[in-house]
């Protein structure tokens, strides 16, 4: 069963940072592209960034590229999000995914706020 779990998440002061972390199982994590999405309440969920299966292209929603960095650990089974420089916009619930597949995690909060 794909199971996706997200963690990292927190309250932060805006120009601070966090990385969140996505542990994967129940799939051969190493061959999917892999991607971060962020959803505020009553809003859309945004594809944030994309990793490919190697992790060797990446590709970045403009609202947060140059601030955030997807990589991955295929030998962890792991996906991770390098946030910089926060803003309060970047406030949200993140939630990982396979883009091929139809499974989500539960999400982890991220909350920018001074």
């Known amino acids: 069963q794909v199971q996706l779990v997200e963690s990292g998440g927190g309250l932060v002061q805006p120009g601070g940072s966090l990385r969140l972390s996505c542990a994967a199982s129940?799939?051969?994590?190493?061959?999917?592209?892999m991607s971060w999405y962020r959803q505020v309440p009553g809003k859309e969920r945004e594809l944030v960034a994309s990793i490919s299966s190697a992790g060797i292209n990446t590709n970045y929603a403009v609202s947060v590229k140059g601030r955030f960095t997807a990589s991955r650990d295929n030998a962890k089974n792991t996906l991770y999000l390098q946030m910089n420089s926060l803003k309060p916009e970047d406030t949200a619930v993140y939630y990982c995914?396979?883009?091929?597949?139809?499974?989500w995690g539960q999400g982890t909060q991220v909350t920018v706020s001074s």
């Open positions: 995914k396979a883009p091929a597949l139809n499974y």
């Open positions: 129940g799939f051969t994590f190493s061959g999917y592209t």
